[in-house]
Nanobody
């Protein structure tokens, strides 16, 4: 059963914006830390951002600080990634993930994953 479903990806020009969503189903993730990761062709999956269960703490990769914002709406069982000032190097498949307890930046620390959504930034 698929628990996390991403949406909102697409093709955008450099400097543009996109908002990704990750909807949880089948179980509630309101008590979980949620994260966004991305994987570009030929590269390892990398951490992008994470948010604790109540939104009280967030963490970002240096490469997206000041441009991306992670948020969540526990009533809707959904998390978001607002991406502004997009660059061609942001092109990747973006995945949301869930884990218990504190924020982590390693893929192995997350227990649930979505199928990913493609983001392509043209120059």
């Amino acid at each position: 059963q698929r628990h996390l479903v991403e949406s909102g990806g697409g093709l955008v020009q450099a400097g543009g914006s996109l908002r990704l969503s990750c909807a949880a189903s089948g179980r509630t993730f309101s008590s979980y830390t949620m994260g966004w990761f991305r994987q570009a062709p030929g590269k390892e999956r990398e951490f992008v951002a994470a948010i604790t269960w109540n939104g009280g703490n967030t963490q970002y990769a240096d490469s997206v600080k000041g441009r991306f914002t992670i948020s969540r709406d526990n009533a809707k069982n959904t998390i978001y990634l607002q991406m502004n000032s997009l660059k061609p190097e942001d092109t990747a498949v973006y995945y949301c993930a869930a884990r218990r307890f504190t924020i982590a930046t390693m893929t192995r620390d997350y227990d649930y994953w979505g199928q990913g959504t493609q983001v392509t930034v043209s120059s």
